[in-house]
């Protein structure tokens, strides 16, 4: 069958042209929708690399780009790849034979972070603070790998996230004795990393996973499962998942117009989510197939979690998603549960602005519903989340 593969960029870096070349052998289309990148780089480096190219003036989003271009292809295979990433061979033959199973609505690949990473663990820092149920070790307020400051991007279970007070400290916890990660800019394995100023532990240097798929957990949130662990077998299986991720996201032709594009109103994140949701009520399955690994660089384009844009985006669409998709009194709880909460940056207007698309379309999305909503939510929610 004829494969297509839709590349959305809107801030190409030295990523693009790889992800180009990573599809040269094995997509019969590949179609770049040039986001609206400045001067048109994207284009120019997608006509070079053999693609088609569609150009939007501005950045439409993610999702609305990524619809133009799944309209513009042809294959029955549809693919998208993140221009940031990498697709290892193989990805679109081995997605193929997954999708020949008329009951699965999508299928989504190894995703491994590109960078190599150091793992950091103090065995011995394991303690709780008065009231706190979480496990805590030491406070740190500095990561340096070469001299370089990467106290933002260090990842892993055993880390929690950054805190900052208003005098400009800044710091994050560590959760006891569980490992971190510290990425590693070279190939040589023998950088200099230090923890506030002095050698950090020994430890391996591993490669970390990005997704393996995503879980929806009691609240209504999805999140990768895997993510920030090491790739050491452990997700080497065939699996069903909940959703995957729509940074390297197959499906058929024929199933994305019976579930309908990506919600181009969301502009960006929660879009797969969404859209797996919808699978999921129309009575179809969503697989995890480690056959085929993707190379992902960490939000390379939008600048990654840490962004306040970012987050205001992810929790108005989070809520969009429950709403649309969700047990009719639990999207009515996670309304109510945003009203209630302080000031969030934009998010509750955000979510006003839409609320009504979001009731509408939940009415139209009803009448394709062949499981109930929650039928769908007792048998995932909560499950696999790790």
């Not at 190409?12 to 997509?27: H, I, N, R, V």
């Not at 055993?158 to 959760?175: F, I, N, P, V």
């Not at 990654?304 to 108005?316: A, L, T």
């Not at 939940?362 to 929650?374: K, T």
Request: net charge neutral.
């Amino acid at each position: 069958m004829k494969a297509s593969v839709v590349v959305v960029s809107y801030r190409p870096g030295e990523w693009l042209s790889p992800c180009l070349a990573s599809l040269s052998s094995q997509a019969d289309e590949v179609v770049l929708v040039d986001n609206g990148s400045s001067g048109a780089v994207a284009s120019e480096i997608g006509r070079h690399a053999g693609a088609r190219v569609l150009r939007f003036e501005s950045n439409t989003g993610f999702a609305p780009a990524a619809d133009a271009g799944a309209s513009a292809s042809s294959g029955e295979i549809l693919a998208f790849l993140n221009d940031d990433a990498v697709a290892g061979p193989g990805w679109l033959a081995a997605a193929a034979n997954v999708l020949s199973d008329e009951s699965v609505a999508a299928v989504g690949p190894k995703v491994v972070l590109a960078t190599r990473y150091r793992e950091i663990r103090y065995p011995d820092d394991d303690w709780s603070a008065p009231g706190d149920p979480r496990p805590l070790g030491r406070q740190i307020r500095s990561v340096k790998v070469n001299g370089t400051e990467l106290l933002d991007i260090a990842a892993g279970p055993g880390l929690y996230r950054l805190e900052a007070h208003s005098r400009g400290d800044r710091w994050r916890w560590t959760a006891g004795a569980r490992p971190w990660y510290v990425p590693l800019p070279g190939a040589d394995g023998d950088e200099e990393v230090t923890v506030d100023g002095q050698p950090a532990p020994p430890g391996p240097v591993v490669r970390l996973i990005n997704s393996v798929g995503a879980f929806l957990d009691t609240r209504g949130y999805g999140g990768d499962i895997g993510a920030d662990t090491p790739d050491d077998g452990r997700f080497n299986d065939l699996a069903e998942r909940f959703a995957i991720s729509g940074s390297a996201f197959v499906t058929r032709r024929g199933i994305w117009q019976e579930i309908g594009p990506f919600a181009a109103r969301f502009f960006a994140y929660y879009e797969d989510m969404d859209w797996c949701w919808r699978a999921r009520l129309a009575g179809k399955r969503v697989l995890y197939d480690p056959g085929a690994t993707v190379e992902h660089r960490r939000s390379a384009s939008s600048g990654g979690e840490h962004q306040p844009w970012v987050r205001v985006m992810s929790e108005r669409n989070r809520t969009l998603t429950m709403v649309r998709n969700g047990p009719r009194r639990l999207a009515t709880k996670a309304l109510r549960d945003r009203v209630a909460e302080g000031p969030d940056g934009g998010v509750r207007s955000g979510i006003a602005h839409l609320l009504p698309w979001a009731l509408a379309s939940r009415a139209q999305l009803a009448r394709r519903w062949a499981v109930r909503p929650e039928e769908v939510w007792e048998r995932w929610a909560g499950q696999a989340t790790e």
